[in-house]
């Protein structure tokens, strides 16, 4: 597959999300870049910003199954999962599967649920798999799970654990509109909802194969390598940090900044695409020594603090050849 091929497959989700989301580019590229790195993406803000719209036009330019679930403080795990049910009319027990049985999954405002529905999570999210009753059931490729959090802060809601946090590749903010953006919306949204004219742009055999290709063919030397293991150890080794970035974080960085790249139109990630994605990626899964409000604001500037103090490699040269 051809990076020019991948790029008009870009545009055409570009621009079926445009249709309804108005602005928010940055946003739609960062999730692109999970989408294609095959991890999963925490959208977080206040409510009424557009969390749950955004992911919801998302999943429906990707021709792929998707299935939405609302968190409350009642949710169990085998409403996520599923049950194995006794059938009168076999005289034995029949699989009902949940939720997760799908490819893209909308975890709706995940921080209402208990700590114990949150983690039952925890297995699909890293192996693409699901233990029930001692039976384990795989997962179709690709599986997503895009999920909407509000501020911790908000009546009725429950902090997300750590092992928990680690799983998503990228924690994303939406922010508030600019002003134009916001009588764009008014405007967009006072007669229909533009949201029933998206239509799926990508198939599935195309995604999955662009996916292989951010992860066998964009490029990155070993300089950059060598720059996410010094800012990985800095995260560690800094008085202001209880537990810095994983192994697990770096290898996230890694993948997240190769289908950057794709999405960017390049076959090869710069030092730029690395400094972009690392408070997306690392700011939530960093524990700071102070207390836990404000986190992630607090952990996002250290993180810049860390990049602009931090030595930077070379530009890489765009016709070096391939390995």
Known sequence: MQTDVITEQIGRIRSQIGQVIVGKERTVDLMLAVLFAGGHALLEDVPGTGKTLLAKTFA???????????????????????????????????????PV?????????INRATPRTQSSLLECMEERQITIDGATHPLDAPFLVLATQNPVDN???????EAQLDR?????????????ESVDILTRFRGDNPLTRVTPSIEKSTLLEISRFASSDVRIGEELLEYIVRLAETTRN?????????????QALLRAS???ALVQGRDYVTPDDIKTLVPSVWAHRLMLRQPMHGRGERAEHLLT???GEAEVPAEPAVLWERG
């Open 60 to 98: 429906k330019t990707l021709d792929c199954s998707f299935k939405r679930i609302q968190f409350t403080p009642d949710l169990l795990p085998s409403d996520l999962s599923g049950i194995n049910f006794f059938s009168p009319k076999t005289g034995d027990f029949e699989f009902r599967p949940g």
């Open 101 to 109: 049985f799908t490819n893209i999954l909308l975890a709706d405002e």
């Open 155 to 161: 009546q009725g809601t429950f902090p997300l654990p």
């Open 168 to 180: 998503f590749m990228m924690r994303i903010r939406m922010g508030y509109p600019t002003f134009e």
């Open 238 to 250: 800094h008085p202001e940090v209880a537990l810095g970035v994983s192994p697990r974080g770096s």
């Open 258 to 260: 190769q289908a950057y």
């Open 305 to 307: 603090r860390l990049l």
